[in-house]
């Protein structure tokens, strides 16, 4: 796996399910190093505090955001995803579920 940031699109959770099944085949990681967030029932900072704490069981670590919305994210929160899409940290996986996100808006250029 090249990156350590991975965006899913879409609204049908077979094919999602399946993505994420597919991707979590290529890493070599724990189970237990498995976290899941809903952005409905969690804050983003929550994801960015796991993302940055280190697994105390496995060296690979990773994290699956659901139902994430861009307009929801603050600006320092973008900034701090940002800083951790370019470290050098590949210890840490962050998959991103979301129906859409508007490709003109300034914010989604973090995910090119």
């Known amino acids: 796996m090249k990156n350590n940031l991975i965006l899913l699109l879409g609204e ?17 990681y724990d ?15 929550d994801v960015l505090e796991e ?6 069981f496995s060296l690979i670590k ?6 994430f919305d861009l307009d929801k994210i603050s600006d320092s929160e973008l900034e701090y995803l940002e800083g951790f899409i370019n470290s050098k940290n590949k210890d840490v996986y962050l ?18």
């Open 12 to 28: 049908n959770k077979q094919v999602i399910d399946f993505n994420i099944y597919e991707i979590l085949n290529d890493i070599e």
């Open 31 to 45: 189970d237990n190093n498995k976290i899941i967030y809903d952005m409905n029932t969690n804050k983003f900072f």
């Open 51 to 56: 993302i940055s704490m280190v697994s105390l």
């Open 62 to 67: 990773v994290v699956i955001v659901n139902n």
């Open 95 to 112: 998959v991103i579920v979301a129906n859409k996100i508007d490709g003109r808006k300034k914010s989604y250029n973090i995910f090119k």
